[in-house]
């Protein structure tokens, strides 16, 4: 199948600094790139939805400005989570769906933020 | 209201047994998309399988088959043969329209393999 990467899998950051997420379709082309957040035991809750050379459309209730999202090519998105919180300690993931791959979506690893 | 519904919070299966994983559906557009995820502890997700609303055999990948119940709207996922590698959540996901970007997850199920 497709490959996603994200990067990195676990970063550790101070409280009031920002911190960049990066996920990279390694052998297609990703029109699509989806942004989700998991709390502990539950299920993905999407975050926003970026199209290559667009601005992401967020989902209600997420702040653009905190969780800023860029989708610059084909092959990269980055969420950088600013002036990060405690409470941003999260389980994040991306997903990338493009033509080549029909209609299935394929995953990143997933980063696990901890803010201290 | 819930666009998946996945009942079985937790499930349990003996190694090497066959284990049904239950997912049911909500949509009223005629043209779908059904996918079933695998997270194990290290948080990753792994497509399994997908199954599409027209399609008119039920999907199998290996030691996964959907049991895809259009008039019913579920889409149930059958493991056989369960190893202890597949202790995992396990989502269920529907992409609505053909190439449509509103995909929805269910709460997931937690299948736990016994030795």
């Known amino acids: 199948g497709a490959v996603v990467s994200q990067h990195p899998s676990r970063v550790i950051c101070k409280s009031g600094t920002s911190v960049k997420i990066e996920c990279r379709s390694l052998d297609f082309q990703a029109t699509t790139m989806f942004w989700y957040r998991q709390f502990p035991k539950q299920s993905l809750m999407l975050m926003a939805t970026?199209?290559?050379?667009?601005?992401?459309?967020?989902e209600q209730g997420v702040e653009k400005d905190k969780f800023l999202i860029n989708h610059a090519s084909l092959t990269l998105s980055t969420l950088t989570v600013t002036s990060a919180h405690p409470e941003d300690s999260s389980f994040y993931i991306c997903?990338?769906?493009?033509?080549?791959?029909?209609?299935?979506?394929?995953f990143g690893e997933g980063s696990w933020l901890t803010v201290v | 209201a819930q666009k998946i519904t996945q009942t079985q919070p937790g499930m349990f299966v003996q190694e090497k047994e066959a284990v049904t994983l239950d997912c049911t559906y909500d949509?009223?557009?005629?043209?779908?998309?059904l996918f079933w995820y695998k997270q194990p502890s290290s948080g990753e997700m792994i497509f399994l399988i997908y199954q599409g609303s027209y399609d008119q055999q039920n999907a199998t990948e290996g030691r996964y088959s959907l049991n895809f119940q259009k008039a019913r709207k579920s889409a149930n996922l059958v493991i056989s043969a369960s190893q202890l590698g597949d202790s995992a959540m396990y989502f269920c996901?529907?992409?609505?329209?053909?190439?449509?970007?509103?995909?929805?997850f269910g709460p997931g199920t937690r299948l736990s393999v016994l030795p």
């Open positions: 949509t009223s557009d005629p043209s779908y998309g």
């Open positions: 970026s199209n290559e050379g667009s601005k992401a459309t967020y």
């Open positions: 997903s990338a769906q493009g033509q080549v791959i029909g209609n299935t979506i394929y």
């Open positions: 996901a529907m992409r609505e329209g053909s190439y449509g970007q509103n995909f929805v």
